[in-house]
């Protein structure tokens, strides 16, 4: 049931963060899912880092929207990149 509920969040904290920054993004439904999940890593490990969250603490809905939106620009900067070059 764990795994259910992630694919859940993530997908929604993906499809949250493309829609706070519209524009070309890569995939569909998959896609939306693993980066809500990986915008939650990123959030937490961060969080971490930052002494906002204790050891082993995951991130909250807003700040694994953050960390989605983050990693939607990274893979912009790139994606221009490769464009350009």
């Known amino acids: 049931m764990h795994l259910i509920w992630t694919l859940i969040v993530g997908f929604f904290v993906g499809l949250i963060a493309k829609f706070l920054m519209p524009g070309r993004d890569p995939g569909g439904f998959i896609i939306t899912i693993f980066l809500g999940i990986a915008g939650a890593l990123l959030a937490g ?41």
Request: aromatic share 18%; net charge positive; no cysteine.
């Open 45 to 85: 490990w961060l969080g971490q880092k930052l002494h906002f969250y204790h050891e082993g603490q995951s991130a909250g809905f807003i700040a694994s929207v953050i960390g989605a939106m983050i990693l939607l620009f990274i893979y912009r900067l790139f994606a221009r990149n490769r464009e350009e070059g």
